[in-house]
């Protein structure tokens, strides 16, 4: 049984997400706060967390870089009020996974926390990707260049990891957008994707992945921006 951790300071919402996931057969865990949810992950692990941006004393977004900062991978999905695209493009620059917007059917959020554990299953399978100066580690999700070891969130880890698995090739960002977030051909998204190549992009120092107007983008290891 998959085990399964809430944040969010609305009771109603709370109780609401818990029944909905443990009518999926996951044990839930719900807390109000973002203090809350730290000291649970001090005692009890957790296939998946889904917590709310907006929360007084600490936000969604607080949550999500303590916990990237302290090293810790368990795949997050933020919720967001409806076109808060704000929200969404700061929770995955904090290290989020994916979003959703809480106005969903119930049923929806289900399948896509099922979507994100499935993902990170698929990316913890040994793998490794060496090139003359890159190195991707699946197996212990590390990512070396030049002989530098590489800070990636999770998102951005498994976004290098996609790319270099079909190095050579372009990548659409609607194939991206289909592949990380089931979601074709939307504008806002797109943004959004554009984002988290241009922020890894500057964390590989320009390196590795090329980019093809109109197309989308390629990894190359022998690319200098």
Same mark, same amino acid.
């Given at each position: 049984?998959?085990?399964?951790?809430?944040?969010?300071?609305?009771?109603?919402?709370?109780?609401?997400?818990?029944?909905?996931?443990?009518?999926?057969?996951?044990?839930?865990?719900?807390?109000?706060?973002?203090?809350?949810?730290?000291?649970?992950?001090?005692?009890?692990?957790?296939?998946?967390?889904?917590?709310?941006?907006?929360?007084?004393?600490?936000?969604?977004?607080?949550?999500?870089?303590?916990?990237?900062?302290?090293?810790?991978?368990?795949?997050?999905?933020? %919720? &967001?009020? +409806?076109?808060?695209?704000?929200?969404?493009?700061?929770?995955?620059? #904090? @290290?989020?996974?994916?979003?959703? !917007?809480?106005?969903?059917?119930?049923?929806?959020?289900?399948?896509?926390?099922?979507?994100l554990i499935r993902r990170h299953?698929?990316?913890?399978?040994?793998?490794?990707?060496?090139?003359?100066?890159?190195?991707l580690d699946a197996k212990n999700?590390?990512?070396?260049?030049?002989?530098?070891?590489?800070? %990636? &969130?999770? +998102?951005?880890?498994?976004?290098?990891?996609?790319?270099?698995?079909? #190095? @050579?090739?372009?990548?659409?960002? !609607?194939?991206?957008?289909?592949?990380?977030?089931?979601?074709?051909?939307?504008?806002?998204?797109?943004?959004?994707?554009?984002?988290?190549?241009g922020r890894l992009r500057k964390?590989?120092?320009?390196?590795?992945?090329?980019?093809?107007?109109?197309?989308?983008?390629?990894?190359?290891?022998?690319?200098?921006?």
């Open positions: 049984m998959k085990r399964i951790l809430i944040v969010d300071d609305d009771v109603a919402i709370c109780k609401l997400l818990q029944a909905t996931f443990e009518n999926a057969d996951f044990s839930v865990t719900c807390v109000t706060s973002g203090l809350s949810a730290l000291a649970r992950f001090e005692s009890a692990t957790f296939d998946v967390l889904v917590l709310d941006v907006m929360m007084p004393g600490m936000s969604g977004i607080e949550l999500t870089k303590k916990l990237r900062l302290a090293g810790n991978l368990t795949p997050i999905l933020i %919720l &967001t009020a +409806r076109d808060d695209d704000e929200a969404r493009i700061d929770g995955l620059e #904090a @290290g989020a996974d994916d979003y959703c !917007d809480k106005t969903l059917p119930m049923r929806e959020i289900v399948q896509r926390v099922h979507g299953q698929h990316y913890d399978k040994a793998q490794f990707v060496s090139a003359d100066s890159f190195v999700r590390s990512v070396t260049s030049f002989g530098t070891q590489i800070e %990636l &969130t999770s +998102r951005e880890y498994e976004l290098l990891e996609f790319l270099s698995a079909r #190095a @050579g090739e372009i990548v659409s960002r !609607d194939e991206l957008l289909t592949h990380f977030w089931g979601i074709k051909n939307s504008e806002v998204e797109t943004r959004t994707i554009d984002v988290l190549v964390k590989l120092g320009g390196r590795y992945i090329r980019s093809k107007r109109g197309f989308g983008y390629i990894f190359d290891e022998d690319f200098t921006d």
